[in-house]
Nanobody, 113 residues
Framework: VQLVESGGGLVQPGGSLRLSCAAS????????MIWCRQAPGKECEQVAR????????NYADFAKGRFTISRDNAKNTVYLQMNSLKPEDTAVYYC???????WGQGTQVTVSS
């Protein structure tokens, strides 16, 4: 089983990034997927969740209106489009099937001028 995140980096405040998470080794289309982020010294907080078929999504309050989660089950990939980024969005972003499920290695997002 693998979840491999990509797309992180350094971006200025107000900028955008699109994170991707490629899954393999399990039946991706059977699982809801979550993006979670962890800032230094803090626990991982859920950013967004999408159901297995992509029909329903939900977002943390800080993500509403700025972030969009989506998935392509044909490509076994989940995405997180992040717009209007703020310095407080700086964190390692993980994709996961859930707390006791599969996790990727994370991708660093740094928002700084």
């Amino acid at each position: 089983v693998q979840l491999v995140e990509s797309g992180g980096g350094l971006v200025q405040p107000g900028g955008s990034l699109r994170l991707s998470c490629a899954a393999s080794g399990f039946t991706f289309s059977n699982y809801a997927m979550i993006w979670c982020r962890q800032a230094p010294g803090k626990e991982c907080e859920q950013v967004a969740r999408i159901t297995s078929a992509g029909v329903s999504t939900n977002y943390a309050d800080f993500a509403k209106g700025r972030f969009t989660i989506s998935r392509d089950n044909a490509k076994n990939t989940v995405y997180l489009q992040m717009n209007s980024l703020k310095p407080e969005d700086t964190a390692v972003y993980y994709c996961t099937t859930g707390l006791y499920g599969y996790w990727g290695q994370g991708t660093q997002v740094t928002v700084s001028s």
